[in-house]
T-cell receptor
Framework: AQTVTQSQPEMSVQEAETVTLSCTYD???????LFWYKQPPSRQMILVIR??????QNATENRFSVNFQKAAKSFSLKISDSQLGDAAMYFC??????????FGKGTRLHILP | NAGVTQTPKFRILKIGQSMTLQCTQD?????MYWYRQDPGMGLKLIYY???????DKGEVPNGYNVSRSTTEDFPLRLELAAPSQTSVYFC??????????FGNGTRLTVT
């Protein structure tokens, strides 16, 4: 069965600095999608970035980028120039071809002014 | 160690039918949520509850209703199902802003 592991329950970063959130997953499939979601206090789940497993190039969305290591089954999220509005829970998620999505437990990110 | 349990796992509805998606958690969490995930899209919050007797709308509440009569249960009611409600529905729970515990989802098709 697929699993998603986020080993950092909480992290803190100074405003304007860079932080990397870790995510590893376990699967025997070769075709799948990976996501990072952000959940601010509003409780909405906001899709931050998405990566198709067949693409070798790492996805980037403005200040957010991923380091996708398919062989190592690692999918870390890098946030550059951290802003106070980045403070939230971040969830890593895996989606297979059957549209079954599995979430990690989340990492709470604190931004220190 | 059941966590968050959603039933059913799959359902096909005809346009205009109604149904209730069940969600129960055994962790004594005060917060519960309903999200929907459309193909290729992120999760959208439908409703949430901060405790028994209290519910609030999320970003896409139209066409849905919820109730929270107990801490454990948070059913989602669809009245007059429409094809636009075809989606995968996730229930989740948490203690305040702690990590969410998700159910396995319910795949709903409205035809």
């Amino acid at each position: 069965a697929q699993t998603v592991t986020q080993s950092q329950p909480e992290m803190s970063v100074q405003e304007a600095e860079t932080v990397t959130l870790s995510c590893t997953y376990d699967t025997s499939e070769s075709d799948y999608y990976l996501f990072w979601y952000k959940q601010p206090p509003s409780r909405q789940m906001i899709l931050v970035i998405r990566q198709e497993a067949y693409k070798q190039q790492n996805a980037t969305e403005n200040r957010f980028s991923v380091n996708f290591q398919k062989a190592a089954k690692s999918f870390s999220l890098k946030i550059s120039d951290s802003q106070l509005g980045d403070a939230a829970m971040y969830f890593c998620a895996y989606l297979n071809r059957d549209d079954k999505i599995i979430f990690g437990k989340g990492t709470r990110l604190h931004i220190l002014p | 160690n059941a966590g968050v349990t959603q039933t059913p796992k799959f359902r096909i509805l005809k346009i205009g039918q109604s149904m209730t998606l069940q969600c129960t958690q055994d962790m004594n969490h005060n917060y519960m949520y309903w999200y929907r995930q459309d193909p290729g899209m992120g999760l959208k919050l439908i409703y949430y509850s901060v405790g028994a007797g209290i519910t609030d709308k999320g970003e896409v509440p139209n066409g849905y209703n919820v109730s929270r009569s107990t801490t454990e249960d948070f059913p989602l009611r669809l009245e007059l199902a429409a094809p636009s409600q075809t989606s995968v529905y996730f229930c989740a729970s948490s203690v305040d802003l702690s990590p969410l515990h998700f159910g396995n989802g319910t795949r709903l098709t409205v035809t």
